[in-house]
């Protein structure tokens, strides 16, 4: 099955500066890559996602770039704000029969005023 | 309004004593999936079901059942509760296998002593 691997588990960061949160997978067919936020006491949330057919996908201060060669994709965050802070999580789904969303063990984001 | 819903949100039970987590999603979504939270560990998930009487076990289903005999729920049953279930349990759903957002419930603080 997949296995996905984040780093770091931990991150803290000046507000305004950048946030970069790596994850790598063992799967090379895996095509779907989604990053979940989780605020603290609430729910994990959808806030980017990327194929395996592009690249490097932008919303607003997010990007996510994704290497199928090494078989790792990143999260950036520009310009962070103190509402930035959350747990962060990476997936990987494998295009293969076992049909299961295999997420990374998450990264502590805290963003200092 | 678009939702998964959990209950209970908290639970405190004893060994043993059987237990079920109620999970429904109005979106008339295919997927359904069961996670476990713990920390350091990221999501783990336990069982999935890809539609109407169709299961499957994901990465860590001992201990645990479910059945889909609707397509909006997707019950967890732990027959026989035991300290190591202990944990953030969360129900999601997807319109469909494979590459598209996980909608997650609030969670389900489960406590066995």
């Known amino acids: 099955g997949e296995n996905v691997e984040q780093h770091p588990s931990t991150l803290s960061v000046q507000e305004g500066d950048s946030a970069v949160i790596k994850c790598t997978y063992s799967d090379s067919a895996s095509n779907y890559f989604p990053w979940y936020k989780q605020e603290l006491g609430k729910r994990p949330q959808l806030i980017i996602d990327?194929?395996?057919?592009?690249g490097e996908k932008k919303d607003q201060r997010i990007a996510v770039t994704l290497n199928k060669t090494a078989k790792h994709f990143s999260l950036h965050i520009t310009e962070t704000q103190p509402e930035d802070s959350a747990v962060y999580f990476c997936a990987a789904y494998p295009y293969s029969n076992d049909y299961k969303l295999s997420f990374g063990a998450g990264t502590t984001v805290t963003v200092r005023a | 309004e678009a939702q998964v819903t959990q209950n209970p949100r908290y639970l405190i039970t004893v060994t043993g004593k059987k237990l079920t987590v109620t999970c429904s999603q109005n979106?008339?979504?295919?997927?359904m999936s069961w996670y476990r939270q713990d920390p350091g560990l990221g999501l783990r998930q336990i069982y999935y079901s890809m539609n109407v009487e169709v299961t499957d076990k994901g990465d860590v289903p001992e201990g645990y059942k479910v059945s889909r005999k609707e397509k909006r729920n997707f019950p967890l049953i732990l027959e026989s509760p035991s300290p190591n279930q202990t944990s953030l349990y969360f129900c999601a759903s997807s319109l469909r296998e494979g590459g598209t957002e996980a909608f997650f419930g609030q969670g389900t603080r489960l406590t066995v002593v």
């Open positions: 979106m008339n979504h295919e997927y």
């Open positions: 990327i194929r395996s057919n592009v």
